[in-house]
């Protein structure tokens, strides 16, 4: 990746933030925390890797991304927002009520959501379903999925890993946002995950682990998932992300209670101004 | 009629192969019951459409709703205990409330689940997923019901429970006869009282049963449900008001399947009195189909002793 490439995608990825602490702020409460640990990610994806069509969201030739964790819906709609899938001014309305962008990702709501998601542990499974139906029409297209480290404690993931190494998926890219904390605690606390990438590796995922804040840490993983994927019999992809919840906020980053928390938009207003 | 030779399974074999052949987007999953779901000539003719997920229930019915959300139609199957109470939420939100399109199919259905036992046997299926919005819940009573529904349930756009006697029963219906998500089928006219039964046991139970009563004088309809939800709310009110009482009969608890789906109408309608057979308030557990079906007063003489303590009130 060039420096100005780069430097486009970390200025997508400070716009993907600052919209994000500004929806959640004017809600006044919301699931920062884990909004903010994928935001280089989804600046990455929307902005670089992703083949997606804002004027044909269900395009069949798109990839597609399933955001297992689906409470991070709010940093996901700033990325589609600003890709154009639906105007700026939705963002405002989330949580509301009649609102088409709800707390967890819907896809009969919100143009560009692949799959709804929200009850932890389902998304991969889904993201299996997905590519391979697009294995059976023959597209080439990839499937991404991003799963929270706390939503790996539930044992459908791991039913999920057996099934997409035995199918080869080797068009499916996943995410795990490791940012290390839960709802109740430090992962390590509650239900300690240990050394992610040697488990999806010894389910038969080929795995990495970078700098879930490194655009080009992740860009070269996924750069690599994809020329694996060009292969026959390639095996499906899990990328670790290192994160730190609440990344870039200074009222919320690295603590556990930015899991779903409370601010107001002053506070919002006040961290969006600190980052520039 | 005689019983026929065929299994259940087999004729739920060969109507997915057929359907399978004019719509390639029909896709086959199986966890690890195959061979009890006898799905296999399905695999054989569609090999590409046919995944086994190994025992996993919960990732199964998550690669349904992804295939569905890509315009495919899975026929996903497990044992009924599995499709309903383990996979609950999977199903609940993957694919109802994602609105996508999902035929979950339940094997093994109440006492049919026999020597399996307790743990294998659903008796409150029915009751799990009346509750989930949107979607149809059906039991075919024999090899021609459940032809039309499983080819009913690939052309409705939206998730499907649907029970599966695996084994061969006895035909009710002639071959071709038409079904409708939705519509129960009158099998015997009657004025008396309307025995409303779902499946195979239940049905042929309440058919004997308006034998028995005929011999004393009440004239008993009988009623093929087919469908829990919708239930048939016109079929079932023309002939609880011409009965003025109305006997359900069903391979499941007698609370949150069909009995209460009949009482929530007749309650609300207060067109009949109402008397319900079913399992009461219990698990199951081992034994023949036989045993348990007499363990659990799921009979013909269960049946013609409520109708006629309501039809002489």
Known sequence: ??????????????????KTIDAIGF???????????????????????MRVDPENPRWPGRDRLVLSKGHAGPALYSALAM???????????????????????????????????????????????????????????FTF?????????????????LFAAHQKLGRLVAFTDYNKMQIDGRTEQVLDLGRLEEKWA????????????????????VEAAKARAAKPDAKPTMIVL???????????????????????YETAKKAIAELG | MATPAKEMRAVYAETLVELGAKNKDIVLLEADLMKASGTGPFQAAYPERTFDVGVAEANMVGVAAGLSAEGKIPFAATFGCFATRRVFDQFFV????????????????????????????????????????????????????????????????????????????????????????????????????????????MVNEALKAA????????????????????????????????????????????????????????????????????????????GTQDYLQDRFGLRAANIAEAAKALAKA
Request: net charge negative; with cysteine; glycine share 12%.
């Open chain 1, 27 to 49: 809600l006044g409460v919301g699931h920062i925390g884990g909004a903010l640990s994928i935001v280089e990610l989804l600046a990455l994806l929307y902005f670089k890797e």
């Open chain 1, 242 to 264: 290192d994160t730190i919840k609440g990344k870039g906020a200074a009222f919320c980053e690295g603590s556990v209670g930015s899991h779903n928390m409370a601010f107001d």
């Open chain 1, 83 to 141: 890709k154009g899938f639906f105007p700026e001014e939705w963002l405002h309305s989330l949580n509301k009520g009649g609102t088409r962008l709800p707390s967890h990702c819907d896809r009969n709501l919100t143009p560009g959501i692949d799959m709804t998601t929200g009850s932890l542990g389902q998304g991969l499974s889904a993201a299996c379903g997905i590519a391979l139906a697009n294995r059976l029409e023959g597209r080439d297209s």
């Open chain 2, 94 to 201: 993957s694919c109802a409330y994602a609105r996508l399109n999902v035929k979950l199919v339940g094997t093994d259905p109440g006492v049919s689940a026999a020597m399996n036992g307790g743990t294998h046997m659903p008796f409150e299926d029915l009751a799990l997923m009346r509750a989930v919005p949107g979607i149809a819940v059906l039991e075919p009573s024999d090899a021609a019901s459940l032809r039309g529904l499983v080819a009913a349930a690939a052309e409705r756009k939206g998730s499907v429970y649907m029970r599966l006697h695996r084994k061969a029963v006895p035909d009710l219906y002639p071959a071709g006869e038409k079904f409708e998500i939705g519509k129960a089928k009158l099998l015997r006219e009657g004025k008396h009282v309307a025995i409303v039964a779902l499946g195979s046991i």
């Open chain 1, 202 to 221: 010894a389910f038969g995922w080929e795995s990495a682990r970078v700098d879930g804040h490194d655009i080009a840490a992740i860009a070269a993983a």
């Open chain 1, 145 to 161: 999925a991003i799963i929270g480290d706390g939503e790996t404690n539930e044992g459908q993931n791991w039913e999920a890993a």
């Open chain 1, 1 to 18: 990746m060039t420096k100005e490439e780069l430097a486009v995608l970390e200025a997508k990825a400070k716009e993907i933030r600052c």
């Open chain 2, 211 to 286: 034998e028995l009563l005929a011999k004393e004088g009440i004239e008993a309809s009988v009623v093929d449900a087919l469908s829990v939800k919708p239930l048939d709310a016109e079929l079932v009110l023309r002939e609880a008001r011409k009965c003025g009482a109305v006997v359900t009969a069903e391979n499941h608890q007698a609370s949150g399947g069909l009995g209460s789906a009949v009482a929530e109408l007749l309650a609300e309608t207060g067109a009949a009195r109402l008397a319900r057979i079913g399992v009461k308030d219990e698990f199951g557990e081992v």
